[in-house]
C-alpha cells in the first residue's frame, strides 16, 4: 500500500517568508510525528499527534512553527516569517500506536532552504 | 526524561567484514529501543525493535542488534557487511507503556563500507 508522502520535496524561500509543509500519512495510522533533521543533529522532535486528542507541541522551537491535523489524516506544518536557520530536512511520520512500541513509517522528507 | 547516545560520528569497514555501530540509552524502566536506516535522499526505514522477550533481535536486510541491560546498549551488528549497507542508522529510545509515545532519537552513524 501507499507509503507516509510529503510535499514539496524541495521548497526554496526568501527569509520572512511563510511555508507550508504537507504530510499525508498511512490511511488508518492515528498518530503522526514532526521532525527536522539538521546536518549532524539528528532528529528533533517538533509536535506529535495521537487521534483526537491535544497535540504534544513541546519540540517547536518557537511560536512561529505551528502545526495541524484536519480530520485526524493529512497534517500541515508551517513557518512563519522564515529564518536561515530553519533551513532543514522536515520528516513526517506515522505509526498505529500499540502497546508494545509501535513501528513509526517516515515520508521521504521536505528539504527547505531558506535564502 | 530518556536519551540516546551513539558515540561514533562514522564507522568505516571494509565489504564482507563485520560491523557494529554502537547506541546507548537512557530511559525510566524497560526500554522499547529502535533501529532505523536512511538512504540518501529518503525517509528513516524500520530495521529492527527491542521490546521484550529474547535479547538477540533480528531484523531486515541481515542486521540483529543485542539488548543489554546492565550496559544500557542496544548495539547493531551484521555479520558481513554490502557496501549497499552504506547509510545513516538512528538509533531511538522510547518509555515503556504508560510514558510518551514519542521516542528520542540519536544523532546518526554514517556507515561506509568500503568494496
Known amino acids: 500500500g501507499a507509503g507516509v508522502s510529503q510535499s514539496p520535496s524541495n521548497k526554496v524561500t526568501e527569509k520572512g517568508k511563510d511555508v507550508e509543509l504537507r504530510c499525508d500519512p498511512i490511511?488508518?495510522?492515528?498518530?503522526l510525528y514532526w521532525y527536522r533533521q539538521s546536518l549532524g543533529q539528528g532528529l528533533e522532535f517538533l509536535i506529535y499527534?495521537?487521534?483526537?486528542?491535544?497535540?504534544?507541541k513541546s519540540g517547536l522551537p518557537s511560536d512561529r512553527f505551528s502545526a495541524e491535523r484536519t480530520g485526524g489524516s493529512v497534517s500541515t506544518l508551517t513557518i512563519q516569517r522564515t529564518q536561515q536557520e530553519d533551513s532543514a530536512v522536515y520528516l513526517c511520520?506515522?505509526?498505529?500506536?500499540?502497546?508494545?512500541?509501535?513501528?513509526?513509517?517516515f515520508g521521504p522528507g521536505t528539504r527547505l532552504l531558506v535564502l | 526524561a530518556q536519551s540516546v547516545a551513539q558515540p561514533e560520528d562514522q564507522v568505516n569497514v571494509a565489504e564482507g567484514n563485520p560491523l557494529t555501530v554502537k547506541c546507548t540509552y537512557s530511559?525510566?524502566?524497560?526500554?522499547?529501543l529502535f533501529w532505523y536506516v536512511q538512504y540518501p535522499n529518503r525517509g528513516l526505514q524500520f530495521l529492527l525493535k527491542?521490546?521484550?522477550?529474547?535479547?538477540l533481535v533480528k531484523g531486515s536486510y541481515g542486521f540483529e542488534a543485542e539488548f543489554n541491560k546492565s550496559q544500557t546498549s542496544f548495539h547493531l551488528k551484521k555479520p558481513s557487511a554490502l557496501v549497499s549497507d552504506s547509510a545513516l542508522y538512528f538509533c531511538?529510545?522510547?518509555?515503556?507503556?504508560?510514558?510518551?509515545?514519542?521516542?528520542?532519537f540519536g544523532r546518526g552513524t554514517s556507515l561506509i563500507v568500503h568494496p
Open positions: 490511511s488508518g495510522h492515528t498518530a
Open positions: 530511559v525510566s524502566g524497560n526500554p522499547y
Open positions: 511520520a506515522s505509526s498505529f500506536p500499540t502497546s508494545g512500541g509501535e513501528t513509526q513509517y
Open positions: 531511538a529510545v522510547r518509555a515503556p507503556s504508560g510514558g510518551s509515545y514519542i521516542p528520542t
Open positions: 499527534f495521537q487521534g483526537n486528542s491535544a497535540p504534544d
Open positions: 527491542y521490546i521484550t522477550g529474547d535479547n
